[in-house]
């Protein structure tokens, strides 16, 4: 199975990306999604979480700005990036959660020049 990111790119600060995350085969039942993101010389670090049933967890430099959001059914994961800052600029990982296994996305190239 392989979760397939998009929708990375160069931006200017300000502007705004949705990234896409897609298994490809069904993953049922999913625990929980999530994007995570590692910046030159930084540990990866969680960006934002979607648990099944839809609730959320941001981290604080993203929150307001950000929206994650999950379809199960698709095993898809999106995130929605409004007013993007130069310090947003990294390599973005989808992951997903199932109750027995964790899975990693081959991650997408965001880059927000200022």
């Known amino acids: 199975v392989q979760l397939q990111a998009s929708g990375g790119g160069l931006v200017q600060a300000g502007e705004s990306l949705k990234l896409s995350c897609v298994a490809s085969?069904?993953?049922?039942?999913?625990?929980?999604m999530a994007w995570c993101r590692q910046a030159p010389g930084k540990q990866r670090e969680l960006v934002a979480r979607w648990l099944s049933g839809g609730s959320t967890i941001y981290a604080g430099p993203v929150k307001g700005r950000f929206t994650i959001s999950g379809d199960d059914a698709k095993s898809a994961v999106y995130l929605r990036m409004n007013s993007l800052k130069s310090e947003d600029t990294a390599v973005y990982y989808c992951n997903l959660h199932t109750h027995s296994r964790e899975y990693w996305g081959q991650g997408t190239q965001v880059t927000v020049s200022s």
């Open positions: 085969r069904s993953l049922l039942p999913v625990a929980a």
